[in-house]
T-cell receptor, first 113, second 117 residues
Framework: AQSVTQPDIHITVSEGASLELRCNYSYGATPYLFWYVQSPGQGLQLLLKYFSGDTLVQGIKGFEAEFKRSQSSFNLRKPSVHWSDAAEYFCAVGSYNNNDMRFGAGTRLTVKP | EAGVVQSPRYKIIEKKQPVAFWCNPISGHNTLYWYRQNLGQGPELLIRYENEEAVDDSQLPKDRFSAERLKGVDSTLKIQPAELGDSAVYLC???????????????FGPGTRLTVL
C-alpha cells in the first residue's frame, strides 16, 4: 500500500525567503502525487498535481513541485514566501483511479514578518 | 460554481450521544468521500461512494459509524454512540473523472469539527 512521509512537522521562514517542503512517498506503481494546503478552519485546497510528463509542475499561488523518481520525492517549493502562505501543507499519493489517496501528516508553515 | 457544502461546521456532544454530519458535493460529481482528520494528522479515508454505492468502506468502524447516499447526491455520516476518541474534523470531498479517466481532483468541503466531551 502507498504511504507518504513529510519529515518536517513545522517550518518557520521569513517573509520573502524561499521555501521547500519535503515529501517522500512509497508506491509500487506509477504514483499520482498531490500537494494540498489547508488554512485554519478551512478544507483542503489543491495546489498542484503530478500524473506524468514534465517532472517540474507549476501550481497556484506561485508554488511548484519537482517529481524525482530516483529519490521517491515530490518536494514543494516557492521562491518567495508571503505572510498569507502560513498554513498546513499536505502531500498525498493516489492511484490511477483515485480510489485510495493517502495523505502525509502535514507540515505546518509559519511565516515571520 | 458552489463548492462542497458541509454542515454543521462545529458540533459539541457528550459521549454516548449520536451525531450526524451532512455533505452536499459539487453538482455533477459522482464520487463522494468522507475523511476523518485527527489533530496534527492528514485526512484518512472512511468511506468512498460512486453514485449511491459505497465502493470502499474498509476503514469505516461499522460498529458505531454509518453512512448513506441514498440518491447519489448528498450524503450523511452518523456516529452512534460517540466516543471520546471520535473528536476530530470530518471532511467531505467529491470528484468526477478528469480528462484522463480516474484521475479527477478531489474537492474538499470545510469540514465539521466534532468535540466529544
Amino acid at each position: 500500500a502507498q504511504s507518504v512521509t513529510q519529515p518536517d512537522i513545522h517550518i518557520t521562514v521569513s517573509e520573502g525567503a524561499s521555501l521547500e517542503l519535503r515529501c517522500n512517498y512509497s508506491y509500487g506503481a506509477t504514483p499520482y502525487l498531490f500537494w494540498y494546503v489547508q488554512s485554519p478552519g478551512q478544507g483542503l485546497q489543491l495546489l498542484l498535481k503530478y500524473f506524468s510528463g514534465d517532472t517540474l509542475v507549476q501550481g497556484i499561488k506561485g508554488f511548484e513541485a519537482e517529481f524525482k523518481r530516483s529519490q521517491s520525492s515530490f518536494n514543494l517549493r516557492k521562491p518567495s514566501v508571503h505572510w498569507s502562505d502560513a498554513a498546513e501543507y499536505f502531500c498525498a499519493v493516489g492511484s490511477y483511479n483515485n480510489n485510495d489517496m493517502r495523505f502525509g501528516a502535514g507540515t505546518r508553515l509559519t511565516v515571520k514578518p | 460554481e458552489a463548492g462542497v457544502v458541509q454542515s454543521p461546521r462545529y458540533k459539541i456532544i457528550e459521549k454516548k450521544q449520536p451525531v450526524a454530519f451532512w455533505c452536499n458535493p459539487i453538482s455533477g460529481h459522482n464520487t463522494l468521500y468522507w475523511y476523518r482528520q485527527n489533530l496534527g494528522q492528514g485526512p484518512e479515508l472512511l468511506i468512498r461512494y460512486e453514485n449511491e454505492e459505497a465502493v470502499d468502506d474498509s476503514q469505516l468502524p461499522k460498529d458505531r459509524f454509518s453512512a448513506e447516499r441514498l440518491k447519489g447526491v448528498d450524503s450523511t455520516l452518523k456516529i452512534q454512540p460517540a466516543e471520546l476518541g471520535d473528536s476530530a474534523v470530518y471532511l467531505c470531498a467529491s470528484s468526477s473523472p478528469g480528462r484522463l479517466a480516474g484521475v479527477g481532483e478531489q474537492f474538499f468541503g470545510p469540514g465539521t469539527r466534532l468535540t466529544v466531551l
